[in-house]
């Protein structure tokens, strides 16, 4: 993400695009994993909860 932003920063945590508790059988799957730093998986994980909640809200 932070290369799409022209930005160059060390990756610190993993993301596991199809969640876990949605498919526990990626967890270690590598195509289900993406590689970021600590405030674009922040930003994504609030995304991802907010999208969530709009959702049970409904």
Not at 10 to 36: F, G, Q
Not at 41 to 52: E, G, N, Q, V, Y
């Amino acid at each position: 993400m932070c290369l799409d932003e022209q930005r160059v920063t060390p990756a610190t945590e993993v993301h596991h695009i199809i969640p876990i508790r949605t498919d526990p059988t990626k967890r270690l799957d590598r195509s289900n994993l993406m590689s970021l730093c600590k405030p674009c998986h922040s930003r994504i994980t609030a995304t991802s909860l907010d999208k969530a909640l709009s959702s049970l809200q409904r």
